[in-house]
C-alpha cells in the first residue's frame, strides 16, 4: 500500500515540475510572436523577424534605408 501512495506522490511531483519547467517557454514563445510595425510600409511582422534601427522596426533589410 505504502509503494502505491509513493508512487502518486512521485508522479504527482514529476507532473508538477513538468508544469512549472513549460512556463518560461511559453513565455519566451509569446514573446517571440510580437508583432511590430514597419515604418516604411505600415506591415505588421513578429518581432523575431523584423529589423531593429534604433527605436524603429522595419520588416527587411531593404526597408532600413
Ligand atoms: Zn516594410
Known amino acids: ?7 502518486i506522490t512521485v508522479i504527482t511531483l ?11 517557454k511559453a513565455n519566451i514563445s509569446e514573446k ?12 505588421n511582422i513578429p ?4 529589423v531593429q534601427s534604433g527605436e524603429n522596426w522595419f520588416c527587411s533589410e531593404a ?3
Open 1 to 7: 500500500m505504502y509503494q502505491v501512495l509513493i508512487l
Open 32 to 43: 517571440s510572436s510580437e508583432m511590430v510595425k514597419c515604418k516604411n510600409c505600415d506591415l
Open 14 to 24: 514529476v507532473y508538477l515540475i513538468a508544469r512549472s519547467a513549460r512556463k518560461p
Open 63 to 65: 526597408h532600413k534605408d
Open 47 to 50: 518581432k523575431s523577424e523584423a
